[in-house]
Nanobody
Framework: QVRLMESGGGSVQAGGSLRLSCAASVYTSHKYCMGWFRQAPGKEREGVATIDSDGTTNYADSVKGRFTISQNNAKNILYLQMNGLKPEDTAMYYC????????????????WGQGTQVTVSS
């Protein structure tokens, strides 16, 4: 069972920065994909960014140039550096993981964290 624990959410003003972290209780030396999703009240869930075991990253168009996904050297902590935050970035942010021989960065993801709230005020 993989456990994902997010942290780092909070409230900031527009233009500010936050760094989200996700600690994963998983040995990530095999093929995997990790990423961040978000969901705002009344809106559909949106994929924000992903990173796979080859280090390939992908970003939603809405966050390109502002957000950066990365991992620590042990690859068991996932980060999302969020700069230039906008009110429309307000949402619950979830860490996701999928691993195994056929793991991809496409939904559905097998494991989800509990989420961390990000609120951006104008």
């Amino acid at each position: 069972q993989v456990r994902l624990m997010e942290s780092g959410g909070g409230s900031v003003q527009a233009g500010g920065s936050l760094r989200l972290s996700c600690a994963a209780s998983v040995y990530t030396s095999h093929k995997y994909c990790m990423g961040w999703f978000r969901q705002a009240p009344g809106k559909e869930r949106e994929g924000v960014a992903t990173i796979d075991s080859d280090g390939t990253t992908n970003y939603a168009d809405s966050v390109k140039g502002r957000f950066t996904i990365s991992q620590n050297n042990a690859k068991n902590i996932l980060y999302l550096q969020m700069n230039g935050l906008k009110p429309e970035d307000t949402a619950m942010y979830y860490c996701v993981y999928d691993g195994g021989a056929i793991a991809t960065c496409e939904e559905p993801f097998s494991y989800w964290g509990q989420g961390t709230q990000v609120t951006v005020s104008s």
